[in-house]
């Protein structure tokens, strides 16, 4: 995918098996073998991270999506996450890097953490609002203070 692929990443309120992220990955490309805009084919591609996120990448020179083709993804992760009993659209879940392990919590919860000083402006924590290919690859997992996370820190 080009650098300006336009990216929805999905995460997911509890860590996926190994099973359910291959299951996942397999879903995701016989829908994207299906997947048009305005009756074009979309080139993309999907991929899980870290057991947890599912990202989606399309590439617009090809194909720009449109509303009707946003909403069938929707539609596709809402159906994926029914069938495995996971949440991929609540907002307000942060996941974040605690030691070696990948954590989420409410956006509550979260902030109760960096009042307890468990979680402080260098917990690296994972920007879901990236819209393009090389932003994931550069502002996705960020440290806190160079987030929207960074308001929860009080300062």
């Not at 449109?66 to 069938?72: P, V």
Request: glycine residues 4%; charged residues 20%.
């Amino acid at each position: 995918m080009p650098a300006d692929a336009r990216l929805w990443v999905f995460q997911s309120n509890r860590a996926l098996s190994d099973v359910e992220a291959r299951t996942i990955e397999n879903l995701a490309s016989q829908f994207i073998t299906r997947w048009t805009s305005h009756g074009a084919k979309i080139t993309a591609c999907c991929s899980v991270f870290y057991n947890r996120f599912v990202v989606f990448a399309i590439d617009e020179q090809q194909a720009q999506a449109g509303g009707c083709s946003i909403d069938s993804l929707n539609g596709f992760v809402k159906e994926l996450g029914q069938s495995l009993l996971v949440n991929f659209f609540d907002r307000l879940q942060v996941a974040y890097r605690h030691e070696k392990e990948i954590l989420s919590c409410h956006l509550s919860e979260f902030e109760k953490l960096a009042q307890q000083k468990i979680i402080d402006e260098s917990t690296i924590v994972f920007n879901n609002m990236v819209i393009s290919k090389s932003a994931f690859e550069n502002e996705w997992e960020v440290p806190v203070k160079n987030s929207w996370h960074k308001r929860v820190l009080g300062s």
